[in-house]
DNA sequence: ATGGCAGTTCCTAACTGA
């Protein structure tokens, strides 16, 4: 089984290269952060008609996460609230959850916030977001037996500095903080492992460039979109890869699909 | 120290991203 998160930034604006990934990279399950679009605007059809079923949760500019599965979904769940209740609700005006359930499986994709800058309010958000993603993804853990569960997406922290290209900075840096680190850190301790460092130690991978200075040709980049695995998929890991392909095109994205195989 | 690139909208300026 092939999982895939890809950070499109504006799936209407990216919507030749999906489809053309997609062709080329027929996973099993492909879950799409920054769709940057409301759920009635989505471009629905190109993507049903390579034989996929969609599930969205959008908004307006920015934002917005979508799965689009081989198979339908079961127990599709959007927000946190769907798992936390209304306790969380505000945590949902961005649309940055959404879940699934196939082969057993428990997917969850994520779009994490940014953050801004150290000490903003954004970066208050973030972290605040980041404990409630505690408390949500226990909830699925303790739902599952045995466990099964894989959860992926962008989510704007490189834990260490083989994830950075220049890591000299790291910690004035959004993305890259102790705080940052901790915050992911203490959501991984209930259980869960990045499949990419289960495979190898190896620096220089990285799955985001920024668009100015050229960063991608000199691969200045970062390590942000991962796959998070219980253990017993951890077991069944076979590949977690990620595609620079996309990235070369024109007018990309300036995030790289990352594809885990079970 | 700054800005650099890209997408979107209240669209030719301002915002957010990372």
């Not at 017993?232 to 024109?250: A, F, G, N, Q, T």
């Amino acid at each position: 089984m092939k999982i895939a998160t890809w950070n499109v930034n504006s799936i209407r604006s990216r919507l030749d290269h999906v489809t053309q990934w997609l062709q080329a990279n027929p996973v099993d399950v492909l879950c799409l952060q920054e769709t940057k679009v409301v759920d009635p605007d989505f471009p629905r059809s190109p993507l049903e008609d390579l034989g996929y079923h969609l599930y969205i949760s959008g908004q307006k500019s920015y934002n917005g996460v979508a799965m689009l599965s081989r198979s339908p979904l079961a127990d599709v769940q959007i927000g946190f609230a769907a798992v936390l209740g209304d306790d969380v609700a505000e945590m949902d005006e961005q649309k940055r959850v959404i879940s699934g359930v196939a082969e057993g499986i428990r997917i969850v994709n994520l779009y994490v916030p940014n953050g801004s800058a150290i000490g903003s309010d954004k970066y208050d958000y973030k972290l605040r977001w980041l404990a409630v993603l505690r408390d949500y993804l226990r909830a699925y853990l303790a739902d599952q037996n045995p466990d099964a569960l894989s959860v992926c997406g962008d989510f704007n922290i490189a834990l260490e500095d083989k994830d950075i290209h220049d890591p000299s900075k790291r910690e004035t840096h959004i993305m890259s903080s102790d705080v940052e680190r901790a915050a992911l850190q203490a959501v991984l301790d209930l259980g869960l492992s990045d499949a990419f460092r289960h495979l190898t130690d190896e620096a220089g991978h990285f799955s985001w460039w920024d668009y100015r200075t050229a960063a991608f040709r000199r691969n200045r980049g970062w390590r942000i979109d991962h796959h998070y695995l219980s253990p017993s998929l951890l077991k069944r890991v076979k590949s977690c890869v990620i595609d620079v392909e996309p990235r070369k095109l024109e007018k990309p994205s300036d995030h790289a699909p990352v594809i885990v195989e079970l």
